[in-house]
Every structure is written in C-alpha cells, then in structure tokens.
C-alpha cells in the first residue's frame, strides 16, 4: 500500500516488540499501540498504531480531515503482525479521532483506539489525542507503601462510587469532577480512618446504569469526571494524605457497542466467534479470548498500565468466577469443555498466574484482589505452589451467611449459632477480605441498616455490631459508601448519598462507631499480625446459643484482646467468662457507648477471680449491653 503524503512511515516497535506482542509476553503496549505525540523528521505530531489484522483498509479520521476515510490511511507492517500505523504531522493533544477500517467484508466500520489514553465525554464516542504525563509529588507514600499494603498491616477499604459519593445540589445534581471529589473524599476518608479507597471502574464506559463494568476505553480515565491528570490529582491527593488507592479492573467482558472492541476489525479479533465461549449471557457482553496471545499482551499490559502511569496501589479483578469456569451462569449444552473435557478455563487459570507474577514482580509494594465467590482452591495462594498468585480473595461465603444471621429476628439467633461460627472453618484457607460491598445494598436488597431488624434504636445497635464482629474476625475489611453512616435507603448510582442523614444522632454514632474501630484496627497488632493465619484467633466459648453470646480472642502471639458479642437486645449482667491471666481486664471498645448512640452500658473495667471456665484457671464477670460487642485486654 503506498503512503499518503499526509501519512509518513514510522513505529515505536522493534521486531524484538513484534516477537513479545505476537507471543503474548509483550506487557508495555501502552509504550507502542495507541496514539502518541512526538517529533519525526524534524515535524511534531502523532505517531498513531492500531492492531487490526483482518481489516482491508485502516485510516485515521477526525475533524483534522472532516472523517475523510481516504485522507489518511495508515500502513500494515510488513511483519505480518496485524498492526497498521503511521505518523500524522501537526496533529497534537486534544484531537478527537477514530480508525475508518474496512473489513474483509467490503464494510466500512468506525472505532475508537483501543488504547486511546482519553475519550470524549458520553455520548460522544471518539478518541482524544492525549497522553499521562504528571509531576507527581508522592514520592513519600511510594516509598513507604509497602508497609502499609502489607498483609499484616490495616487494610481497612472504603469502596466509591464516583458518580454518586457526592453530587453537585446547587448545580442540577451535577456530577462532581475528579479534583472536586478530592476535596471532599480525602479528608472524610482520613477523618474516618480508612487505610484504602478502592473505586468501582473509572476507566471509560458510556453506560452509566452499568456502574463502570462495561468498559469501552481500558486505558482511558473515564472522561465524565475529568482528564488523566485530574484524576492522578485524585490519586495523588489521596496518597498524600495516606490513603491507598485501589481500582476495580474488569478483564471478564466487554460491551457489545459498536465503537468498541467488539468485531474490532470486522471479525471476532478480542472475543471468541462462537458465542458459546465469546457471550456472557448475565450481562449480554463479550468474553475476551484469553487463549489469544495478542489479548493476553493487552489485558496483562492493561493492568500493569494502571499501576506505573497512576501510582495505583492495588487491583480489585472483578467477576473472576466467571472467567475461571466456562459453564458458569451456564445450562447444559450451552458451553464448551475444555481440551481434558473439564469445565475449568485453563487459559483464564494461565493468564491469571501471568498476571500476578508480573505484577508482584514489577510492583511488589501493590496487591491484587479477587472477587471470586466458588470454592476454586487456591486462589491467593503463590503460583509457586500451585495457586492463582492473588494477594487476597474477597470472603463471599462470609458475607452471605453473615448478613443471613443479622437479618434474623434475635430471638431466633440461637438457633442458628453455627451459621456464624462457621465462617472460621475455612478463614486461613485464603487470605480473605470480608466485603460489605455496593452488591449487598442494591436491586431490592435495601440497605445495611434497612437489613437490620427491630425497632430504630435497635436497628443501628445491630449494625454496629455487624460492624464490631466484622472487625474483630479475621481478614481486611471493606465496606461500600453510606454503610459507614447507616444510609437508610438503598444504594441509587444516579443520586448522592444521603448526607443529610449525618446530621441524625444515631448516624453520627456509626460514624464514630466506625473510626473507633478503623483506629483499634490500626493501633492493635493482634488484630493484623495473623490476620491471615490461624494462630490470630481461637474461639474461647460457642456454646451459649441459649443467650445468641459469642467469646472469641485475637493474638499476635503475645498480645492478646478478647472480644465478646450479645447478639440479642436482652442486656447479661454478671456474665461470667474464662480469662488466661489473673489481674485487671479493661474494656478497650465499646458499640454500646453513648458516643456511638448507644445505651452507654457494659462494664468498664473488673479483676479477675479463681474459676475454671471456658477451658480457663481464672474468670471475669462482665455486664453485656444489649445488642453489643465488648473488646477488652489484660492490663498488665
């Protein structure tokens, strides 16, 4: 193909790039595929890249040329590789285009760049000329955040939704961009004393009733809120105040729009043709073709892109069940085995260890996060032995048997003491985050407090301690926005939260409630040192189901705090319990204090007694608050 005069030849590839990409090992693409400025031949302009290797024809089009197709073509690359590129002169930031592609076909197509570092704001679908240049200034939590994105240190997330944290009342209920939103989210984050924000999907997506999960611009901030450097600003701003920032990643489908990735070329190129591999049937999107090596080169680089351009400290993978198995929401006859005649998808499981190696490699102060809801083993064990290599699994079988149990009227909890014991017969098996996440608070589920039975008083003495045996059981913790203050209604993406509720009495008491128990979190090493290990916890009694009491300790081997759970509004007094040490024992936490909107019951401080109970040569008598959790420790 000859070269238009407005068109003139050049690459960011070596053949040594063409040889990792076409292998499925090259994980910068982000450095090469795209559009990126730069001087060529004494001429400043941009150098544009796209894969499309079933396309007859590829040109660049935009108001430049009035979407002329036949103005610019670009040119494939005689390597066979798939990839058309070609330099533009006198084309800078903030020019929209798309590829003009002419299929195998006859059929001319537009799409946006794949790696497009910018789109334009929905519904508008082009592609902006940009590029992630930043000076940052948070070179004191990058150098340190290894500690705090360590296993056994607080990990204590506070998940957002960006579109719907805070809106703009004054101005139409506008949505707030991302600099606004670091001036308000940054100090209530700090003042709450969460260590992480993680954000639901900030990449680009048209389709706000999806949340962020159908992606159309994997390498783009979502335009609605700002450009990249704002929302590096957000980062940064976080960073700087020392908050991790987590981002949810969606690797498991994307949308069917026509500017997308879908029949990028004219032909399934990122997705399977059979649908019964490319189609999933709960969100009627596309599956990425995960055996593909060019697909793994974008997906892997996709994820390690968010982590060296944004400093982010972590990836939440979403909906990893449905890529680990290909029968998933799936009847029989609706999918294909792999090649042992097994339902697993081996080239999800071998991505998924590439993934994390990579990371963990390039990026070993960072975690990645699992939202995967089977029993598949393994799944934040090291890939050395054997496992997917994630930093840690969120714990579905606990929200869901947890939630199940503070729903139930208190007079019924003693017959279902198992249902809340249980969860620690599997808690080591994983290094698991208990998630309180936007899923438990939306499609009729009602909100956290909504959940909680009894009257008012007692529904917000149920959620705290909700949020008291949350904290003290083993694992990180999350919860999604509005629960840190008992939102009453349910989650809506399209409003604000509900922030005239802080000003309500008991509301103000779970705020409190809530960073009394970020900061114990924080300032108790039992409570982080085996979070993720067996020897942190031992139940001390599960018998008293008769009184729904629960008697539990953390350990970090050789500090130790009890926690004792009155999971009915009938207060205990002189409530006897085993102790392993003769002295005083002070009570650390309190939910039913008065500062949290509580009766303000409960002992305060008791010595010890002669007593064998509980397995114990010494005992306490404690008063229990109704509906109450006490923390206490040994003075010494």
């Known amino acids: 193909m000859s070269t238009s005069p407005s068109v003139k030849p050049h690459s960011l590839f070596s053949d040594f790039d063409i040889h990792l990409f076409k292998s499925g090992k090259h994980f910068k693409l982000y450095e090469k595929l795209g559009s990126h400025v730069l001087s060529h031949d004494g001429d400043i302009g941009t150098l544009f890249s796209v894969w499309a290797p079933n396309a007859e024809k590829v040109s660049v089009v935009g108001n430049f040329n009035g979407w002329n197709k036949e103005s610019h073509p670009l040119s494939p690359r005689w390597d066979h590789s798939g990839i058309w590129e070609g330099f533009i002169p006198d084309i800078q930031n903030g020019e929209v285009y798309k590829y003009a592609i002419l299929t195998k076909h006859g059929e001319w197509i537009e799409k946006a760049d794949p790696f497009a570092l910018m789109w334009e704001k929905p519904p508008r679908t082009a592609s902006i000329v940009w590029d992630t240049y930043y000076e940052w200034s948070d070179s004191d939590w990058m150098t340190s955040r290894k500690d705090k994105n360590s296993l056994k240190s607080a990990y204590s997330v506070y998940e957002v939704h960006l579109g719907s944290w805070k809106r703009d009342p004054s101005n139409n209920d506008r949505r707030l961009t991302y600099r606004e939103i670091a001036r308000d989210l940054v100090p209530y984050v ?19 009733p999806s949340w962020g999960y159908q992606i159309t611009g994997y390498f783009a901030a979502a335009s609605q809120f700002g ?50 591999e490319g189609y999933h049937p709960d969100w009627k999107s596309y599956i990425f073709n995960y055996g593909r090596y060019e697909v793994r080169s974008f997906l892997v680089s996709n994820a390690l892109f968010w982590l060296d351009r944004y400093h982010v400290d972590g990836l939440r993978v979403d909906a990893v069940a449905s890529m680990l198995y290909r029968d998933y929401s799936r009847n029989e006859g609706e999918w294909i085995p792999n090649q042992y005649g097994g339902r697993e998808n081996l080239e999800v499981i071998s991505l998924l260890k590439e993934l994390n190696e990579e990371i963990y490699k390039s990026y070993p102060d960072t975690q990645t996060i699992a939202e995967e809801s089977t029993a598949f083993p393994g799944v934040s064990r090291p890939t050395f032995n054997g496992g997917l290599g994630f930093g840690m699994k969120w714990m579905m079988g606990w929200m869901n048997d947890t939630l199940a149990y503070f729903e139930k009227d208190p007079a019924y909890r003693k017959h279902h003491q198992n249902d809340i014991t249980f969860s620690t017969v599997y808690a080591f098996s994983e290094n698991f985050m208990l998630p309180l996440s936007h899923d438990e608070v939306v499609y009729g589920k009602g909100s956290l407090l909504s959940k909680m039975p009894g009257d008012e008083w007692q529904q917000f003495a149920n959620l705290r301690l909700l949020y008291t045996y949350m904290y003290t059981h083993p694992g990180a913790k999350l919860i999604f926005m509005g629960g840190e203050f008992g939102q009453r209604a349910e989650w809506n993406y399209q409003y604000s939260l509900d922030w005239h509720e802080t000003e309500n009495p008991l509301n103000k008491g779970v705020m409190k409630h809530l960073q009394g128990l970020n900061q114990l979190y924080k300032s108790e090493n039992a409570l982080t040192e085996y979070q993720f290990e067996g020897k942190g916890f031992a139940w001390l009694d599960t018998t008293d189901s008769e009184n729904s009491v629960l008697y539990y300790k953390r350990t970090d081997g050789k500090n130790d705090i009890f926690i004792i759970l009155n999971m009915t509004p009938v207060p205990r007094e002189n409530y006897e319990i085993g102790v392993p040490s003769k002295g005083d024992y002070e009570v650390i936490f309190n939910s039913d204090a008065s500062d949290f909107g509580g009766g303000g019951l409960g002992s305060t401080s008791v010595s010890s007694f002669k007593k064998e109970i509980h397995g114990q040569k010494q005992a306490i008598s404690l008063n229990l608050p109704p509906l109450a959790g006490l923390i206490f420790k040994h003075k010494k």
């Open 227 to 276: 450009n990249p450097q704002d929302l590096m600003f957000l980062i940064e701003e976080l960073h700087k105040n020392d908050i991790g920032v987590i981002l949810d990643w969606v690797p498991s489908h994307f949308p069917g729009d026509q500017h997308g990735l879908y029949r990028f070329d004219g032909s399934a190129l990122y997705e399977h043709e059979n649908p019964l």
């Open 190 to 208: 700090k003042e709450m004393g969460f260590t992480h924000v993680e954000f639901m999907p900030v990449m680009q997506h048209p389709f706000e």
